[in-house]
């Protein structure tokens, strides 16, 4: 019994240490995600693609700050925590930390550290929250638990994390995520904020691969899958324009202001930002409540579906 349990431990230390020593982003590595649009998408109002794919690609190893790099290619734009957007990104790996270069400030920020444990956290220092005033500002990764999980036939660290932007004001906003060796974070390529992405943003990882583990999804359909929202007409911008969601943010409950009255066939879908249906129903009069008590406080997508069209609202849903 006492050898089996030793055989045991030994095992799962060693677990420990394998866990720690993944290659980070190896040449052809590819993540896809799941891509959406704050505004008017391109090539609106024909075929309107809220919730597209990005593509991101590791494609050499490129000297960089002193550093030999990882090269990181994105398909699309992505707002990041630091307030500007990127298609490509240059990171390193050291004892299993990960570190990403900042090309405003031509230096290297801790991204992730794969040795941290439970209640452990690290700093991803600066965060730009006013670039026309250059504030910048210390973001944090706290971990609040740790687990392993099996992909292929290898065991990874997983880590579950609460990302805190804090301020001159205080802590401005925080949102949980989880990061993955070999995966990295589970929201993006990079940790952003949801105040300042009003333009095109990730908002979860569909796949993985590369040549050591073969494919991971986590999503049931197509790694490159588009869900369009077709418009009927060439007035759609004008329709839901009718349409206003307030307070926004809010922490019980919002109300749906339909302008025309004529638009009364329409209903709402809430969706959390990994696509998971969270409330729905219809639209049955002008100026409509819905109760949001019980949602957590997270941001949140809504989704308005008529005869005159589709379209996407966003939707902050702020603690008590």
Known sequence: MLKSVLISL???????????????????AEWHYTHVYAGLPP???????YYDYNKVNSVKDTLIGNKMCRHLISEKFNCSMWGYTATEFFMYQDSGKIYHWDAQLSSFHLLMDFNANAGDSWAIPPWIHDSSNYVMDTSYAYVDSVSYV????????????????????????????????????HRQMLPFEYALCDVEYDIGLRCYS???????????????????????????????EDFQIFPNPSCDYLTIKNGNSELNNYSF?????TGQLIKEGRILQQNQEIDIRDLSAAV????????????????????Y
């Not at 090539?43 to 693609?49: E, H, Y």
């Not at 494919?215 to 911008?237: A, F, M």
């Not at 879908?269 to 930002?273: K, W």
């Not at 997508?301 to 603690?319: M, P, Q, S, T, W």
Request: proline content about 3%; aromatic content about 12%.
């Open 10 to 28: 030994l095992c799962f230390s060693c677990q420990i240490i394998h866990a720690q020593n993944h290659e980070w982003a190896p040449v052809s």
């Open 43 to 49: 090539n609106w109002p024909f075929v309107s693609s």
């Open 150 to 185: 099996q992909i292929g036939n290898d065991t990874f660290k997983r880590q579950y994390v609460t990302y805190s932007l804090h301020t001159s004001m205080g802590i401005m906003n925080t949102y949980a995520d989880s990061i993955t060796e070999k995966l990295g974070n």
């Open 210 to 240: 590369d040549s050591s583990i073969g494919l991971y999804k986590s999503v049931p359909y197509s790694c490159d899958t588009v869900i369009s929202v077709y418009s009927r007409t060439h007035v759609l911008h004008d329709k839901k």
């Open 269 to 273: 879908s809430i969706y959390n930002l």
């Open 300 to 319: 949140y997508l809504i989704h308005f579906e008529g005869d005159e069209g589709n379209f996407v609202r966003k939707l902050v849903k702020a603690e």
